[in-house]
Every structure is written in C-alpha cells, then in structure tokens.
C-alpha cells in the first residue's frame, strides 16, 4: 500500500493579487496591443505593423521594382524571424492582399504566381510565389536610411525597425484600411492618388481651407473595382467633415441589344469586396426560389474582366426595374462603411475627417523633409572636413609621405604638424596610393564649392517654413504627376450618379403573384390552396374541426384578421402554409392570446373601410390601412375591456349610406352612416340602445337597394320597405322583418 503523500504547500511569500485588477490590467495591456500593433493604421504612413515589417524586409531584401523577385516563403520567413512573432499564414495573407489588385488601389507588392482572384479563390501557398515591391512601395520608404524616422528594437532587441514610414504617397486614404480592435474599428474606402495630392496642394496653399472645398476636390471613394457610388453630394461632404459615414456602391450595367428585338443586362463592374462566385450564387439561389420574377436567368461569361449576363424573364421587363429589385435583394449594390479611426503620431486611436488627415500626413511629410535636410548637412559637413584634409595633403604631399614613412605613428603627427582633426587625418592615412594621381586641387575645390552651396541652400531651407512647404509642395506634384488620372493606374474608377426614383413595392415584386385558397377552421387552423377553389365541400379538416373562413386570393394579397380582443393582425398570403395536411394554427404565426377567438379574416383592399362594433353597442368606422399592423403583436384598433368583446367587422361600401344593427333582444335599428365617427382607434359611439343583452350584429348598405340576409335555410332575402326601422343612432329599434333568421345575423 502506497503512502499517502500531501500536496505541495505554497510558498510563504506568495503575492496575493486581486482578481479583479489584474483582469483589468491584463486585458487592458491586450486591448492596447491590439489597438496599437494589429488593427489600426497609423495616420502617417497608412500601413499596420505587418504591412509596414513586410516593406522593410522587402528592402532589406532589394527588392526593387527593377529587380528580380523573391518567394515569398523567403519574405514571410524573414518577417516572422526578424520582426513579426505571429503565424506565418497571416503575414502571407497580409502579404497577398497588398499585391491583389482587385483588393488594393495602388498595390504595395507586385506579385507573380497565384495571388487569388475576385471570386474568392485562395492564393497558391507561399512556396510557390515570388515578389517583390512597386514604384508606391518606394515612395513609402523613400529616405528610410536617410534617419527621416524613428526607429526602435524589435521583440528581442537583436535589429531596429521603422517606427513609421516616410510616406511620400499618401497612402492612407489612396488604399484605404479595415480593422476590428477592442472597442473600436477601422473602415477607410480607397481614392484617388491625383485627387488627395490636389487637396493636399489646396491645403498647403490654403491651411484654414473648408471641409466642403476639401470635399469637392477629393470626389469621393476610388475602388479599385470600380462600381457607382450613388449617395448624395451633401452626404458625401458631411462624411468627409465627421469621418464617419458610408457609401452605397452599386454594380455598372448597360443594357446589350441581342436579334429580334431580345436583350440582355451585362454587368461589367461589381462593388468592392464583394466575390463574384458568391454573388452569382446568390442570384441563383433567389431565382431558383422565385423571389426574382422578373429575371429569367444569369450566367458568369468573365474572363479578364467582369461579365455577368443577366436575362429578363420577357423582353417587356422595364430594364431599370429589373436592377433595382436586384440591386435591393443582392450584393450588385452594396454599403461601405467610413470610419476614419487611426492612430494619431502613432500613439492616440482618434477619429478623423479628410481634413485632419491631409493635414497629419503633410505635418509628417515636413517632418521627413527637416529630418532628411539635417541628416545631409551632417553628411557634408563630415565630407567638407575630409576634402579640407585632402587639399592639405595635396599640397604637402612630399611631407606627408616622409611622415608616414618615418613616424612610427604617423597619426598624432600628422595632427600635430599640419594641425589636422582626427577624422581628417584617419582619411588621409587610409587614402590608397592609386588615389594619389586623382587627387588633384581642382577636383577638391570644386566638389567643396559644390557641397558648400548646397549646405547654404540646406541651411536656408530649415530656416524658412515656407521654403519647406514650397519643396513639400513639388514632391506632392511628382506624385501626382507619377499618378495622374491620364495614367491606366491612376484614371479614376468609380463613378458617380444619383439612384433612379422609383415607386415600387420590391416586397411584393419578389413574390410570384399566384390564385390561391384561403382556408382557416372554426379552431384557427389556416393554410392556402393552389388556385381558386370553386367547391369547398371537398376541403378536409381535423377531427371535431369545421370551416370557419373560406375565401379566394392571391399570393401577393396581405390577409387582415381581427380578434375578439380588437386587435388587427396582418398576415402575409406568401408566407402561409401550404394546402398539404391542415396547416398550422394561426396563433404560431401572429401573437393571438389563447382566449381570443377570430371575429374576421379577409383580403386587405386598399381604400377600403369597415365597420367595427363590439357586444356592448359601440362602434365607429375605420380604412383599413389604419389597421395594417407591422408586428406579430397585431395593432389595437377597437378598445374593449373585459367581459365586453370585439363582434362586428364588416365592409363598408363606397357608396353605403345606412347601417343596421340588431340586438340580442331580437331589436333593429337603421340609421344613417354620417351618423358613425370615422377614427382610427377607439370605443366608439353608441349605435344601439338595449334594455337587456347586447349587439348581436351590424351591416352597412345602401337603402335604395334594400337590406338583405341569408336565413337558417340559405335562402336571400331583400326588403326595400324599410320605413318602421327607420331611426337615429342609439334608438332600441324594433323586431325586425317577417323572415328575418332567429340567429339575429344578417350572414
């Protein structure tokens, strides 16, 4: 048998930590390094950590535009190794995204291989592909060794990485960005190069320029796939100024002329970053699900370049039509989010308006230009001392060398005998001797000219800020120059146009309009059969269950159904069960308490109105729009309080100008319609007065034409002389006719 042995003690010393603040202090130090080192970009240079540890490696590399490219398993491999400690798929992918383009509106890295296509295939794996950077990439890092920018170690402190980029493009807004950090995001839309270079001039000009002047000059988003933006102007402008906003982007179309008199739609340009592959897919499934009845077909003809052909059910399809009800139900238009949220001098997540960040990337472009100018003018200043050096030595050449020859250190005297620094006497000595025959007066004083002049124009340029802006000014120029719009890459995209109006209920265009049966029993099943059923007698039910509504309709038509509560319910005939077994209970498609029972259930007919009345007498008349009910939880219309209920809802004619009402006391009234209120919710007035009992039934008709019912034995009855039941609202009345049903209901 085994001893027993005690668990292990703890240390006497342990640190006893609240849960609660170290929860806090950890995840807070998560949030920050998500927030700062993964989702969003610095204003400055536009690029996230990754982007920016792949252009650095990339350069490291030599990859130049002019260069050969490297595999990209070489790339990552360096990036991951030396600077990025994350998995090698998602600096790949990182990586991909910035060569697409489809994806990026100036591509950073120019790659060859499978990078993936705009149906959402994957790229090859890295071994397989080859890169290298693009002529905007070196802009990006134009001066990166000239101590424009920061540099700081990396994870395990063994090289130094760029804190930020110089950014000579502006990088930011012409490529765009997305994140999700904690607590915040980022969405920025690509545009145009030649556009933000024209702000970015205006503003250098014009530092207290308008949002709205800004606005005009940078259109709006460029998507590398193109598409039309349809938003209005003043949205546009209001985005622009709060940074925060979105763009509805639609697909281009135009209509294709095919023989006797057919055509077709053919969709050249989709939204950005929507697949082509799934959108097709899309549409095929709402065709096959007929919620496209206006289309007949799709087909994906691309090859290079976009071509889906979409084919109209008939040749009488209005065109425009057809696209709207697709641009409503598909991805063909699609909503970009804008949420400028970026990293202020790299440190500060802040929201921006173009403005702002026009104004941070040029501030960071006067920065790179100041630090650039004083890192050459220590670089001259360190060649004027060598080249003072070397026109001593030239003019004493025979002395230097017996120096050299003789001392055996030749260093301190040198220093000591011409008077020379140490940097200059370190030259001097480590000159080879082939150097000697170039090492003429002339060639020294005038490169020392030369140096010197620029010195002086260096000097001058940090001294006046508007010289500084003047040069920032000229490399805008030459960027915009390098990415005009008469260039392929940097022609403008995306268009502009303003949605067509059109009056059109899209719902109801997306539903089939077929006949259909109406059914619900006396216990509340409802279901709908094929076509309009001419004999009902063949119609099934549940076991103790009757007819209790049978009515014809149309799959487009809404169906009303008032309770006993005086609720309306609205239903939709296209979402109703199907004719097969006996339906379901209409309770599990709209929110009808158990004790409710269905007064009425009928065909919304637009205009229409009807009159309600409950078991006490009261009532008014009400259009049925007023009673369309946008929930399942219906709409209160009649108000009744307990044991009183909801009776009467039936249709009032247009040209009705009586109504009739009958009691449980077996007493008729008829007055006049005027005489009911028209509202829209209510109690309603008293429209007969009883000593016992209460309403049994009400109907509005026309009194020329007599008032009529249906008795116990199904036969019509119509009495036009109807002078003793004549009366005012809210009278007792009198027994109604001879024949009249002793079910005290007109039908």
Not at 33 to 59: C, E, N, W, Y
Not at 565 to 591: M, N, Q, Y
């Amino acid at each position: 048998m085994s001893k027993h042995v005690p668990p292990p003690q703890s240390p006497r010393e342990a640190e006893r930590i609240d849960l609660k603040d170290a929860l806090e202090e950890r995840y807070l130090a998560y949030a920050l390094s998500t927030i700062m080192h993964r989702a969003l970009p610095d204003v400055r240079d536009g690029l996230k950590p990754v982007h920016r540890r792949l252009l650095h490696v990339m350069q490291l590399l030599r990859l130049d535009p002019n260069t050969a490219p490297k595999k990209s398993a070489k790339i990552v491999g360096d990036v991951m190794g030396g600077y990025h400690p994350h998995g090698d798929q998602s600096i790949y992918d990182a990586l991909v995204r910035l060569a697409q383009d489809f994806s990026s509106r100036y591509p950073l890295v120019d790659g060859q291989g499978n990078f993936g296509n705009i149906d959402g295939d994957g790229a090859a794996a890295y071994r397989y592909t080859e890169a290298r950077m693009t002529d905007v990439a070196k802009l990006l890092l134009e001066g990166l060794d000239e101590d424009t920018v920061d540099f700081r170690p990396n994870y395990d402190g063994s090289v130094q990485e760029p804190v930020v980029l110089p950014g000579a493009f502006p990088n930011l807004l012409a490529n765009g960005s997305s994140g999700i950090a904690v607590g915040m995001a980022t969405s920025i839309p690509p545009h145009n190069a030649a556009e933000l270079c024209d702000a970015a001039l205006h503003l250098i000009k014009t530092p207290n320029a308008t949002d709205e002047k800004i606005a005009t000059l940078v259109q709006g988003p460029d998507f590398p796939t193109g598409g039309i933006v349809i938003d209005d102007r003043a949205s546009i402008v209001e985005a622009y100024r709060t940074g925060r906003g979105g763009f509805r982007v639609r697909a281009k179309w135009e209509k294709e002329e095919l023989e006797r008199g057919a055509w077709q739609i053919v969709v050249t340009e989709i939204p950005y970053l929507v697949q082509k592959s799934r959108l097709v897919e899309k549409i095929a499934e709402l065709l096959m699900a007929k919620k496209l009845p206006l289309l007949g077909d799709v087909r994906d003809e691309s090859a290079e370049d976009i071509r889906l052909v979409l084919e109209p059910k008939t040749r009488t399809v209005d065109p425009t039509l057809l696209m709207e009800s697709l641009f409503n139900y598909t991805e063909l238009e699609s909503r970009f989010p804008l949420n400028m949220n970026v990293l202020s001098h790299g440190k500060v997540p802040k929201v921006m308006g173009l403005k702002q960040v026009l104004r941070e990337w040029l501030d960071h472009r006067k920065e790179v230009l100041v630090r650039r100018s004083n890192f050459r003018l220590a670089e001259i200043a360190r060649r004027l001392e060598i080249l003072e050096g070397y026109l001593i030595a030239y003019l004493n050449l025979d002395e230097v060398i017996r120096i050299i020859r003789e001392e055996d250190e030749p260093k301190p005297a040198l220093i000591a005998h011409f008077t020379l620094t140490d940097v200059q006497a370190e030259a001097i000595l480590n000159m080879r001797l082939r150097a000697l025959r170039k090492l003429e007066e002339m060639e020294i004083r005038n490169e020392h000219a030369k140096l010197v002049k620029e010195q002086k124009g260096l000097k001058a340029l940090l001294k006046s800020e508007d010289e500084q802006w003047a040069r920032i000014s000229d490399e805008v120029r030459s960027v915009k120059e390098k990415f005009s719009k008469k260039t392929p890459l940097g022609r403008r995209r995306t268009d502009f146009a303003e949605a067509p109006e059109i009056d059109f209920d899209f719902e109801q265009a997306m539903i089939e309009k077929e006949p259909v049966t109406v059914v619900c029993s006396e216990k509340g099943w409802i279901r709908t059969m094929k076509g309009h059923l001419e004999d009902f007698s063949t119609l099934s039910y549940k076991d103790g269950d009757a007819a209790r509504f049978v009515f014809h309709a149309m799959t487009t038509d809404r169906i009303m159904l008032f309770s006993s509560s005086g609720k309306f319910f609205t239903l939709e005939t296209a979402k109703l069960p199907g004719g097969r077994g006996h339906g379901e209970p209409v309770r599990l498609i709209c929110d009808l308490d158990a004790a409710d029972q269905i007064v009425a259930l009928f065909v919304h007919t637009p205009g229409a109105k009807r009159l309600l009345a409950s078991t006490e007498g009261d009532g008014f008349v009400v259009a049925e729009e007023e009673c369309l009910a946008t929930t399942r939880k219906g709409k209160q219309v009649l108000n009744v309080k307990a044991p009183v209920e909801a009776l009467v809802c039936v249709s009032v004619a247009d040209d009705a100008t009586h109504v009739a009402t009958i009691g449980d006391n077996r007493k008729m009234i008829i007055f006049k319609l005027a005489e009911v209120p028209e509202m829209s919710r209510g109690k309603g007035v008293r429209l007969q007065k009883f000593k016992d009992g209460g309403l049994a039934d009400a109907q509005a008709f026309r009194l020329k034409e007599g008032l009529s019912w249906v008795d116990s034995s199904g036969r019509n009855w119509n009495v036009t002389d109807l002078k003793e039941w004549i009366g005012e609202r809210a009278q007792a009345g009198r027994l109604p006719p001879k024949g009249f049903p002793k079910s005290n209901r007109f039908s």
